[in-house]
């Protein structure tokens, strides 16, 4: 079973990381079972292993930590929820991008709980949204908000960071840095949609629609279910 913890308060970073890697080495071990930690960091920036330099544009704003997670420049801070998933991709199917994918559709399934439409784009991580409240693109097409970040790393076949989610993050913290990397779209949280959606209601959504897309005991597919073999066209 996958154990649930809600981290009170404002979690420091590089103490969480240290907690978070020891976590995985006992899941890899064997005398702990696998973690999902719900938490919130102070005003923060982390450098993933593809950061840009030159996408760090206020590298005096907030505290930069190097960190060994897949992706680029990512904030966070006060109410945006982090969500670090520890989680046994070996015995679920040793498959990286269904795993990837899976946390993807897990976030658009909680998302759709508030009727928000996440989506996912080519060649641009995370989840997004349309805003049809906006002026669209130069090219015509609809503009459109980043509100969900996904960064991974594995050990030992057992994975750790994991998503985080904009309810409520003063959205100004995020022009310190080019988040993973787009520059040519926003960012966005489920408050400046306009939904009055709260901290303990995001985490109800989240465990509501886990098992839909972590079935225990069982390999994964993007849609939840659990075939024979697992595989991304």
């Known amino acids: 079973m996958v154990e649930w913890t809600h981290l009170p308060g404002l979690s420091p970073y ?8 020891a976590r995985v080495a ?17 005003p923060l920036y982390t450098a993933g292993t593809s950061a840009k330099r030159a996408d760090l544009v206020d590298p005096d704003r907030f505290p930069v930590h190097e ?10 801070g006060p109410g945006q929820r982090v969500i670090y998933c520890m989680l046994d991709v070996g015995a ?17 399934a909680t998302l759709a709980e508030f009727n928000v439409k996440g989506e996912i784009r080519p060649g641009r991580v995370g989840v997004w949204v349309t805003r049809p409240d906006r002026a669209p693109n130069a090219d015509g097409t609809p503009a459109e908000d980043k509100i969900a970040a996904i960064g991974v790393k594995l050990r030992r076949w057992i994975s750790f ?8 993050p003063d959205l100004s913290h995020f022009s310190g840095i080019i988040p993973c990397g787009i520059a040519d779209h926003g960012v966005t949280s489920l408050v400046d949609l306009g939904l009055p959606v709260t901290m303990a209601d995001l985490d109800a959504a989240l465990m509501a629609t886990f098992p839909r897309f972590f079935p225990e005991g069982a390999p994964l ?12 066209g």
Do not use: K
């Open 67 to 76: 960190t060994g997670r897949g992706g680029q420049y990512t904030y966070h």
């Open 221 to 232: 597919q993007p849609d939840g279910r659990a075939p024979a073999s697992c595989t991304i």
């Open 92 to 108: 679920r199917g040793r498959d990286v991008r269904c795993f990837v994918r899976a946390l993807e559709n897990w976030v658009i």
């Open 14 to 21: 590089l103490p969480t990381l240290a907690a978070m890697e």
């Open 161 to 168: 960071h994991g998503i985080s989610i904009n309810v409520e």
């Open 26 to 42: 006992e899941i890899a071990q064997g005398t702990a079972p696998e973690a999902i930690w719900l938490l919130e960091h102070p």
